[in-house]
C-alpha cells in the first residue's frame, strides 16, 4: 500500500463514482479501476460493492477511508515540515554558548531569529570553549559562541565584533580614581581568572599581556565563568582583565581602560562545515544583532 493507492481510494470514495474520480485525478477509469482491485487484493477485502449504477462503500471500505484521510493528512504536514525545514524555518537547533555572550547580544540574536522562524525550536546550552569545539564537532550541538582559539579542520568559523579588555577593580581600589590603568600597576595584585583548560586562548592571551608589562599574573581565584570573575571583582576579591561588555553585569565593580596596551577580546561563531539552512539563519541573526551591539556601545 503506498499513498497514490490511498489518494485514489479517498477519491472514488468520495465520489462514489469511479468516472468522477477519474476526471479528478486526471487520469483515465482502467488505471484507476485497477489500482482498487490492487489495494483490495493487498489488503484481502472488498472495499466497494459496485454494480453497474452503483458504488457503495463496505464496511472495510468506511474504516479505511477515514485512517486514509488521517494518513493523508499526515503525509501532507511531513511533506510541509519537511520543506520548511529546507527553507530554515522548522526543526531544533541547539545553540552553545559561553556566558560572556549573554552581554553581547546573544539574547536579541535568538528572539530575531526566533520571529522569522517561530517553528525552530532553540535549546540554549552553557558550555565553556573547549567544551563546545568538541560537541560541535561531535555533532552534540549545532552552533556554538566560543572565546578565539585553535578549531579543527571539519569546522567552519565566523569572526564576531572584537571588543576592548578593560580593566576590572573592586569599589574603593587605590586605582579606581585614574581615568586608566597601566597593566604593571597590578604587579602585587590578586587576578581573577578562569582556568587555561576551560579556554586556553583566553587564559594566555591575558598572561601574556601581563608578561609583556614585566610580570607574572598571582592568579588566586579560578571561577568557570566570565560572570563569576566579575561577581568575585565586585566582592573586592581580586582584579580581572575582562571584556567590556560585561560592564553591565558588574555595575559596582570599576572599570577603566588599559594605558599603553592593545588588548581586544576576540570571539568565534562556529559550525560543522555542512550547516543546514536554519543554522545559517541562526547564525546570521545573532552575528548581526552583536555587530549592531558592538556599533552601539562604539560609534565611529
Request: with cysteine.
Amino acid at each position: 500500500m503506498d499513498l497514490r493507492q490511498l489518494r485514489y481510494f479517498v477519491a472514488v470514495a468520495e465520489e462514489l463514482h469511479f468516472g468522477r474520480a477519474a476526471l479528478r485525478l486526471h487520469i483515465s477509469q482502467p488505471p484507476l479501476s485497477l489500482t482498487i482491485r490492487q489495494l483490495e487484493r493487498e489488503i484481502g477485502a472488498l472495499l466497494f460493492e459496485r454494480d453497474n449504477k452503483t458504488v457503495a462503500l463496505t464496511a472495510a471500505g468506511a474504516v479505511l477511508y477515514r485512517e486514509a484521510r488521517q494518513l493523508l493528512r499526515r503525509a501532507e504536514e511531513v511533506a510541509d515540515i519537511a520543506a520548511r525545514a529546507g527553507r530554515g524555518l522548522a526543526g531544533r537547533l541547539r545553540l552553545g554558548f559561553v556566558s560572556a555572550m549573554l552581554s553581547r547580544g546573544l539574547p536579541e540574536g535568538v528572539r530575531v531569529f526566533q520571529r522569522q522562524a517561530p517553528e525552530v525550536e532553540v535549546e540554549l546550552c552553557e558550555m565553556n570553549t573547549e567544551e563546545q569545539i568538541r560537541a560541535v564537532a561531535r555533532e552534540q550541538i549545532d552552533v556554538g559562541l566560543i572565546h578565539a582559539g585553535a578549531l579543527p579542520g571539519e569546522l567552519s568559523r565566523l569572526e564576531l565584533p572584537r571588543e576592548p579588555f578593560l580593566c576590572c577593580l573592586p569599589p574603593g581600589h587605590p586605582l579606581a580614581g585614574g581615568r586608566t590603568v597601566r597593566l604593571e600597576g597590578l604587579r602585587d595584585e590578586d587576578f581573577i581568572l578562569f582556568p587555561r583548560a576551560l579556554s586556553t586562548h583566553y587564559h594566555d592571551r591575558i598572561v601574556a599581556l601581563c608578561v609583556a608589562a614585566g610580570f607574572s599574573p598571582r592568579i588566586r581565584h579560578e571561577p568557570r565563568h566570565w560572570h563569576s570573575v566579575t561577581q568575585l571583582v565586585e566582592a573586592s576579591m581580586g582584579v580581572a582583565l575582562a571584556p567590556a561588555s560585561l560592564r553591565a553585569a558588574a555595575p559596582r565593580a570599576v572599570w577603566l581602560p588599559l594605558a599603553g596596551a592593545q588588548a581586544f577580546s576576540e570571539s568565534l561563531c562556529i559550525w560543522r562545515r555542512q550547516a543546514d539552512p536554519a543554522a545559517q539563519r541562526l547564525i546570521a541573526a545573532i552575528a548581526g544583532a552583536m555587530e549592531a551591539q558592538a556599533a552601539a556601545r562604539d560609534p565611529a
